[in-house]
């Protein structure tokens, strides 16, 4: 039997003064906007959550109207995702489920708005703005609440977040302008159990890799033993953790017990003064 030929994952690898995560126990947004800027791969800010907003968002996750299963990479969610669509289905399925969205992430001392606000102050000394993304008038989800649960050495398999903008599907979603800039994924922990680390290997992947892989327009999956040479962070995720970092390099979520839920949305520059956001 012939021996199949594994994959070379080609593309930019970073050096280790920018590979490696800042961490602290109180929130900056100075280190928020340096991954935004493409200064820094990431930062994780330790126990920032309130429990009781911890506590009372995880219940509104769970008892939510709008909870759905998603198959394929599984997980419990509330919201809607953009991945692999057109963007209006994408900002239909928006309309949809906003109102559930805001009724789980509305909750006294709650993490979606202290951060956004936190943010939009510190790039408005910059400024710039941040906001929604839009299309037409519509705009994006604000946010996924979501549970990961898939089986096997990964709960959500490496990834990366710059293919899924450049869906023909979606031209003139102004995400698509994004990716000439830096792509910031924004997690926040409000439920964990046992594992679920944050797994990022040091490579940007380029548009070869991904033709060779047949992952273009969705950018997952990365098979890990393609991964192996490069160097990796494996990094423990709490409950009433935040953190942000630059989702074109590859990623993912390991094995984990229990649930592992979290508010969750993709960020970035279109131009030199505006953030857009969404999911």
């Given at each position: 039997?012939q021996?199949?030929?594994?994959t ?13 995560f ?5 929130l900056?947004?100075q280190?928020v ?12 800010f330790?126990s ?11 219940d ?24 692999n669509?057109?963007t209006a ?5 928006t ?10 992430i ?6 979606w708005?202290?951060f956004?606000e936190?943010?939009?102050q ?8 941040l906001r ?8 994006a ?21 710059s ?13 698509q ?10 997690n926040?922990?409000?439920?964990h ?7 990022v ?17 969705t ?19 709490r ?15 390991d ?18 003064d ?6």
């Amino acid at each position: 039997m012939q021996q199949q030929t594994m994959t070379k994952v080609t593309g930019l690898r970073a050096d280790s003064d920018f590979f490696r995560f800042e961490e602290r126990d109180e929130l900056d947004y100075q280190l928020v906007l340096d991954v935004l800027h493409g200064r820094r791969l990431g930062v994780i800010f330790r126990s920032v959550i309130p429990q009781a907003a911890r506590k009372e968002l995880t219940d509104r996750f769970w008892r939510s109207p709008a909870l759905r299963h998603r198959e394929g990479e599984p997980s419990h969610y509330v919201g809607a995702y953009h991945w692999n669509k057109s963007t209006a289905t994408y900002l239909d399925e928006t309309a949809e489920v906003i109102e559930d969205v805001k009724a789980v992430i509305d909750v006294p001392g709650s993490p979606w708005a202290t951060f956004r606000e936190g943010m939009a102050q510190a790039l408005a000394q910059e400024g710039a703005s941040l906001r929604l993304a839009e299309m037409n008038g519509r705009s994006a989800c604000p946010a996924l609440i979501r549970a990961w649960d898939q089986p096997g050495q990964f709960s959500l398999d490496p990834h990366e977040d710059s293919a899924q903008c450049q869906d023909p599907r979606q031209v003139g979603f102004e995400i698509q302008n994004v990716i000439q800039h830096s792509i910031c994924a924004v997690n926040m922990c409000v439920e964990h159990t046992a594992g679920g680390r944050l797994v990022v290997w040091n490579i940007r992947p380029d548009d070869e890799a991904r033709r060779a892989l047949g992952i273009e327009l969705t950018g997952i999956p990365y098979p890990p033993e393609s991964l192996a040479e490069f160097d990796e962070i494996r990094l423990d995720i709490r409950e009433g953790d935040i953190y942000a970092f630059n989702g074109a390099f590859v990623h993912a979520v390991d094995a984990n017990t229990g649930n592992r839920s979290t508010v969750s949305y993709i960020m970035g520059f279109t131009g030199a003064d505006t953030v857009v956001s969404w999911t």
